[in-house]
C-alpha cells in the first residue's frame, strides 16, 4: 500500500478527484466551486446526457499455484494479496469513472482457459478489457493471444514490475488497441480504467457545430464523436430573442466580483457576454450535445450579436464541458478529449511563431480560467474588450511563468492524429502594446529547432507535461501520434 500512497503525492498526471473526473463527463452542477455564489436555478446544470455505462471486463494470467519458487516475480511475491491489491484499486477505480466491472477472480493458466476467455469476449464484447500480468515467462504466450485475437476491444496489458523483461513486450507493442503498461506503479491501474472510460465516452459524444445553413450529423469513425451541424443563424435568431433574466445578472456579478481587473467592459457588455452562455447551455440540452463550436466572427462583424461567445467558452470549458471558437470541430474534440482524459481544460490559440526567440506564441479572445485542474483554484481573470470588434467580453487570462504545458490537437478530417508535443511558459503578452487576442501566452517548444516549423493551428496549450499517457491513450484508442 505504500506504492499507492507514493504514487497519490506524486502528482500523478491522471489522477483526479470523483468530482473532477464528473465534471470532464458533464454530469456535475456548473456551480462547482464556484465560490462566490451558487446559482439556485437547474438552467446551470451541466446537463449531462446519462447512457449506458462502459462495461469492462478484468482478467488474471498467472499459473494455478499458492507461491512462486525461484524465477521472477520471486518467492517473496504474495500472490494472493497481490491479487487482492489489483482487485480493490481496479474496483475503486471503476467506483470513481461509474463504470460496470466484470472482475474474473480465477487465473487464465492455460490454452483452455484462453480460449473460454475469448469466447465470452466474443458473445458479450466488452467496452474495454484489462488483463493484468502476475507472472514473467507463463503468462506471456497467454496475453500475447488474447491481444492478437480479442477482436477490436480496447485492451490495456498491466505488467507490473517483476512480470516482464524486453523480450516479452515485443509481441503486444504494436496491436492497435492495445497498450502495455510495464511498470512498478501500482496505481496505473486507476488511471488505465479512466482511459478506457474516456474511449466510451468519447464514442458517446456529440458536438453541436454552428455553421452553415443546414441541418446534418457526421460521425467520426476513428473515435466515434458525432458532430451535430446546424444554422449558424439560428444562433444569432435566438440570442437576439432571449430577455436578461436574474441568471444571467448573477453570472455577471460573478465574473465581475472574481476578476482581478476589469479594463474596457461596462456593465452591460458583461451582461451581454453571459448570456452567450445561458443560449449555448440551452442549444446543447435542446440538441443533446456535450459541447458547442460556433461561427461566430461573421456573426460580429453583421453585428448580429451584441457580444461574442468569448465568457461563455472560458465558462464551459471550465466545467470540463467544451465551447469552441470559429466552429473548428477538431479544436472541439480536442477540448472534449482533455477534459475526460486529464481533468482541466485546454486554451485554444491561434499559433504566432517568435523567430526572434524561437518561441511560440499562442493568443485567442478566449481561455478557460481552471488550467490547473475543475476542482483547483482558478488562474488571475481580467475581463477585457474582444479585441478585433471592442465589443462585449474576452477574457484576459495570466498563465503561470516557467509552467510546463503540452501542445495537441486532432489533425485531419479522419480525426485519427493527433499532433503532440511538449514545452513551458515563457511570459504573457499584453495587448496593447502587442496586437493580437487578450489572452496571449509565449512558451517554448521542446524538440523543434524552428518554431515556423510547429504543425496545426487552434491547437490546445494545456498545462502539464502530459505527452506520455496521451501517446498511451493513443495507442489505445488506435490514434496516429505526430510530433509538433
Known amino acids: 500500500m505504500e506504492n499507492r500512497d507514493t504514487c497519490r503525492r506524486s502528482n500523478c498526471p491522471l489522477g483526479c478527484s470523483r468530482r473532477s473526473f464528473l465534471a470532464a463527463a458533464g454530469v456535475t452542477g456548473a ?26 471486463r478484468a482478467v488474471f494470467v498467472r499459473p494455478d499455484t499458492d507461491k512462486y519458487w525461484l524465477g521472477w516475480p520471486g518467492a517473496a511475491y504474495n500472490i494472493k494479496e497481490h491479487q487482492q491489491t489489483y482487485t480493490k484499486i481496479l474496483k475503486d477505480a471503476a467506483a470513481k469513472y461509474n463504470v460496470d466491472l466484470v ?9 483452455a482457459a484462453v480460449t473460454r476467455c475469448l469466447d465470452t469476449l466474443k458473445r458479450v464484447p466488452p467496452q474495454g478489457l484489462i488483463v493484468v500480468s502476475m507472472s514473467l515467462n507463463q503468462s506471456w504466450p497467454h496475453i ?5 485475437e480479442r477482436g477490436d476491444i480496447p485492451t490495456i496489458v498491466f505488467s507490473p514490475m517483476g512480470t516482464s523483461f524486453t523480450g516479452h513486450l515485443q509481441g503486444t507493442r504494436n496491436i492497435p488497441g492495445v497498450y502495455v503498461a510495464a511498470t512498478q506503479d501500482l496505481d496505473w491501474l486507476d488511471l488505465g480504467m479512466r482511459m478506457l472510460r474516456t474511449t466510451w465516452d468519447m464514442k458517446l459524444s456529440r458536438i453541436c457545430v454552428c455553421r452553415g445553413d443546414k441541418v446534418e450529423d457526421r460521425k467520426l469513425d476513428a473515435i466515434g464523436t458525432t458532430l451535430h451541424y446546424i444554422p449558424r443563424q439560428r444562433y444569432a435568431d435566438l440570442y437576439n430573442g432571449m430577455e436578461e433574466t ?40 435542446d440538441e443533446k450535445c456535450d459541447g458547442i463550436s460556433v461561427d461566430c466572427l461573421p456573426l460580429v462583424e453583421s ?11 472560458l465558462r464551459l470549458n471550465d466545467e470540463g464541458s467544451v465551447g469552441a471558437c470559429e466552429a473548428d470541430w477538431s479544436a472541439a474534440i480536442s477540448l472534449r478529449l482533455n ?6 481544460p485546454g486554451f485554444m490559440q491561434d499559433p504566432c511563431p517568435n523567430t526572434v526567440n524561437n518561441t511560440l506564441m499562442g493568443a485567442h479572445c478566449s481561455c478557460p480560467t481552471k488550467l490547473d485542474g475543475f476542482d483547483k483554484p482558478a488562474a488571475p481573470l481580467i475581463l477585457r474588450s474582444h479585441s478585433e470588434s471592442n465589443l462585449g467580453v474576452s477574457p484576459q487570462v495570466l498563465w503561470r511563468e516557467g509552467q510546463p504545458v503540452t ?10 492524429t493527433i499532433i503532440l508535443g511538449t514545452g513551458k511558459v ?34 490546445l496549450f494545456i498545462y502539464g507535461d502530459l505527452e506520455a499517457p496521451f501517446k498511451a491513450y493513443s495507442q489505445l484508442a488506435g490514434l496516429k501520434v505526430v510530433h509538433v
Open 31 to 56: 456551480s462547482t466551486q464556484m465560490g462566490l455564489l451558487s446559482f439556485a436555478s437547474s438552467l446551470f446544470a451541466a446537463e449531462g446526457r446519462p447512457g449506458p455505462k462502459p462495461l469492462i
Open 103 to 111: 472482475l474474473v477472480e480465477a487465473p487464465l493458466n492455460d490454452e
Open 144 to 148: 500475447n493471444r488474447l491481444a492478437k
Open 246 to 285: 436574474q441568471e444571467m445578472r448573477e453570472l455577471a456579478d460573478f465574473y465581475t466580483k472574481s476578476a482581478k481587473k476589469i479594463v474596457e467592459p461596462k456593465r452591460q457588455d458583461i451582461l451581454n457576454s453571459v448570456k452567450n452562455y445561458v443560449l449555448a447551455r440551452r442549444l446543447m440540452r
Open 303 to 313: 453585428h448580429q450579436l451584441a457580444a461574442p461567445p468569448c465568457m461563455a467558452w
Open 339 to 344: 477534459s475526460l482524459l486529464f481533468g482541466r
Open 407 to 416: 501542445i495537441m490537437k486532432f489533425q485531419g478530417e479522419a480525426a485519427d
Open 426 to 459: 515563457v511570459s504573457n503578452i499584453e495587448t496593447p502594446p502587442a496586437g493580437g487576442c487578450r489572452t496571449s501566452v509565449e512558451i517554448t517548444l521542446d524538440g523543434v529547432e524552428d518554431t515556423r516549423d510547429a504543425k496545426g493551428f487552434h491547437q
